[in-house]
């Protein structure tokens, strides 16, 4: 059990220390920085954390070094900020009140025009500013892909980005710089190790002290939400009005967010967020880069997390189909119990997982990828960047020493009410050449394995073929057709 307590949370609000109790658990940090401190820079578009009007910066200690994250304030949570420094707009100006690098190059580059989304935008290239210090124009876009224009187009923005690049962060010119050992030994300090129990009218919201109190507080309330990253639970608040109480934040668990990255493989904290896994998975494994930065826009992937991907069971999760076809295994934990299964069969029906009342996902190991190992992951989705997965397909395949498939892992998303394997498809190319007419052949089989849904995301036929059509896709990138198909591309020879 926690041996400390506290009856609030405490943070740094620009340059001042906040403490609150007394707060619902589904209180969003927008509603909060809005109505009740005013900050009203900070503006609600689409309340799902799509548009990024509502970005603002939040920083946290990482083993004593801070960082700043561009997060999504209308999906996250106000219990999810202890211990942290939350920057809006009205704090990046410089420390003698001029405009901040960034917003000079906004305005000096026509890079606003009505202006709704421009906090939100330079909030987000204020992130960029600090933390690189020669941007190209593709860390300029994958940066901005959270943050939705409709008025200026990009060029003016983009060319502000590589204006204000031109400057160098420092204390004379932008306060968090100035500020910096201040707000690392304010957080240090607040950073004490305490369980955290709010109660209010509306709920309570919890703050397990380490691990082990998670571990406690969940088998004692398995009634519970718990809440990592809030980028699907934020939704249930704002989208679908969903009571969330009693609501367990781990977001703050230091133990929850650690990578170990061995020859065997990764293993992942399920508390990892999709920025912070970034380099490890891809230096594992490159063939998942072009996905991982399709996974929402920046501000989803410094708040989501790996493990609350697979949690939540959503058959259309970007995650599990290449876990899936990597063979990775999730590891659940219920009081000091811990048991492991392959990832795979954590998905039982449509919201239904193999998660007893009281378990949570405490971490997720992924085989390393054999050198002669086929491997590619794809997505298809109505917008490329920051959208949902229509479909979302992985291929894992070897080969023995005559050219025959030896294995097989084939895993989708979008095609069923779980992530789900092909297992019809993998069987029809067991022990057949690596060649087209088996392709060909083992594409007819998938139908076997999934009866796709019609939505508004794609129809059921179109899943379908589409599927199909990702198996042969895979087949000639592997014969050495390029991985991005071009019409400049001579066709492969199969």
Not at 442 to 469: F, G, I
Request: aromatic share 6%.
């Amino acid at each position: 059990m926690a041996q400390f307590h506290r009856t609030s949370i405490r943070f740094l609000l620009n340059d001042r220390q906040v403490e609150l109790s007394g707060f619902a658990p589904d209180q969003t940090l927008l509603d909060w920085l809005r109505l009740d401190r005013r900050l009203t820079g900070t503006k609600e578009g689409c309340a799902e954390g799509d548009c990024g009007a509502c970005t603002v910066l939040v920083g946290r200690l990482d083993n004593g070094v801070l960082n700043y994250e561009t997060v999504n304030a209308c999906i996250r949570f106000v219990g999810s900020l202890d211990a942290t420094h939350v920057v809006t707009i009205e704090h990046l100006n410089r420390p003698d009140g001029r405009l901040s690098a960034v917003q000079q190059a906004m305005v000096d580059r026509h890079g606003s025009q009505c202006g709704f989304c421009t906090p939100g935008i330079v909030a987000s290239l204020h992130a960029l500013w600090l933390s690189d210090p020669n941007p190209g124009p593709a860390d300029i876009e994958r940066q901005l892909q959270g943050n939705l224009c409709r008025c200026t187009g990009y060029e003016p923005i983009v060319k502000a980005a590589i204006d204000a690049a031109g400057t160098i962060p420092d204390a004379e010119n932008d306060r968090l710089v100035a500020a910096y050992d201040q707000t690392v030994a304010a957080l240090t300090e607040l950073a004490d190790g305490a369980r955290v129990t709010i109660e209010s009218d509306r709920g309570t919201t919890y703050l397990p002290a380490d691990l082990d109190d998670l571990a406690d507080l969940y088998e004692a309330h398995p009634q519970a939400t718990i809440v990592a990253g809030s980028t699907d639970v934020g939704l249930w608040v704002t989208k679908h009005m969903r009571e969330i109480t009693p609501a367990i934040f781990i977001g703050h668990l230091d133990a929850l967010r650690e990578m170990t990255i061995e020859p065997e493989g990764v293993t992942l904290g399920a508390g990892v967020s999709y920025t912070a896994a970034r380099m490890a998975l891809i230096a594992a494994f490159p063939q998942m880069a072009e996905l991982w930065d399709r996974i929402g826009g920046e501000q989803v992937r410094n708040m989501g997390t790996i493990g609350g991907n697979i949690a939540n069971g959503s058959p259309i999760g970007d995650t599990p189909p290449p876990l899936i076809a990597l063979d990775a295994t999730v590891t659940l934990r219920k009081g000091a119990a811990r048991r492991v299964i392959p990832l795979e069969t954590f998905f039982i029906d449509y919201g239904k997982q193999d998660r007893q009342p009281g378990e949570f996902v405490e971490s997720i190991a992924v085989p390393a990828l054999a050198d002669d190992a086929f491997f590619a992951v794809y997505k298809i989705s109505k917008r490329r960047d920051e959208d949902i997965s229509a479909l979302c397909g992985a291929f894992h395949v070897t080969l023995d020493e005559d050219g025959l498939v030896a294995s097989a892992r084939i895993a989708f998303g979008g095609m069923a009410g779980t992530p789900r394997r092909a297992t019809a498809t993998e069987a029809a190319l067991l022990g057949k050449p690596w060649a087209w007419e088996t392709v060909e052949t083992a594409r007819l089989t998938m139908s076997q394995d999934y009866q796709p849904l019609s939505d508004w995301r794609a129809s059921a036929e179109y899943r379908m073929v589409s599927a199909q059509n990702l198996l042969i896709r895979f087949f000639l990138e592997t014969c050495g057709a390029p991985v991005r198909i071009s019409r400049h591309a001579a066709p492969a020879e199969a």
